[in-house]
DNA sequence: TCGTATGGTTTCAATTTGAAACCATCGTCT
DNA sequence: AGACGATGGTTTCAAATTGAAACCATACGA
């Protein structure tokens, strides 16, 4: 499961994630469980995968601790997956790739689910990344540098 | 290239985008992308991925308009690859995902890089998503909900 | 006790991956 | 002109991964 290592030895802060749960299926088992899904079976109903897929997968994400499994909760006897604190970390990854399908993979006037508040019931507002003064920045605007400088 | 549609013939808002950029190497392209990399042997020496699969990659992004082949900049004969306004458009996920790393991939006195603001060159803020009304809000706070209701 | 629902594992063919070798074009040096 | 290196790929082929289907195991109810 573990792909190869970028050549350099030490990977990356995008790279690292990315060895995690960087394939197709993993971060849609990840939002079928944001969406309450528990269990493999519902897990395999939603997505239509392979059964020893998502058990590989759902090992895998077990494994780098983004779900864990819980032994019960309506009394039958088997097991359910629910996400970590570390899985949960993934809602706004989810949402960046959501906002990013609804602006170039739909039709301006093709009908796609929309993320709303709970509270008011009206679409959330676009991730925002700001600045420490609080202007919001973009790509242009940023740039990464090394550690220790 | 196409991975099988999922069980049901209209793929959702996150597995649609996921077809395009839903594997290891392609999201690093980009992001690579975004760092100033253009040409083909960079990223090959960026990433130390096969000539083959770099050239697959590649290709696959500019089928999707996440990419563009520009005919030269510094006079060379070859082409570059640069991002389209589509491909720029990830610039969320990527820090969605840097971030997501630096929470959980890395110990808290372990060096890494920092996305910092250029006009400062303080670090940014973490991403935040906005209801209408301004709070702030997390997964528990949302859901989704049908097109037409 | 038989059937069924759930949650997997095993098997095996087909696809994908990736390392290495090969090829083509351009520019430069002699 | 001819040799040569740099760049940007494609081809070849073995190894790893994927996925469909069959199989297995356990719990439960009729």
New interface residues.
């Given amino acids: 499961m573990a ?1 190869r290592v ?3 030895d030490s990977m ?9 749960i ?3 299926w993993s ?2 088992i990840v ?1 079928d469980a ?2 309450g899904l528990r269990r493999f079976g519902e897990f395999q109903k939603s ?2 995968l392979a059964k020893n897929i998502l058990s590989a997968r759902l090992r895998n994400l077990l494994a780098h ?1 983004i779900m864990e499994t819980v032994p019960a909760a309506d009394g039958s006897p088997y097991q359910e997956y629910v996400l970590t604190e ?1 899985g ?19 039709e301006p006037d093709e ?15 676009r ?7 609080g ?1 919001v ?12 400088a």
Same sequence: chains 1, 2.
């Fill in positions: 792909k970028s050549h350099r990356c802060g995008v790279a690292r994630p990315l060895d995690a960087g394939d197709w971060l849609l939002r944001f969406d997505l239509g601790g570390k949960r970390g993934l809602f706004r990854l989810l949402v960046a790739l959501r906002q990013w399908g609804e602006d170039f993979f739909f009908a796609h689910v929309l993320l709303v508040d709970r509270k008011s019931g009206l679409p959330v507002r991730l925002e990344l700001r600045a420490q003064d202007r920045v973009g790509a242009e605007d940023t740039m990464v540098r090394l550690p220790s």
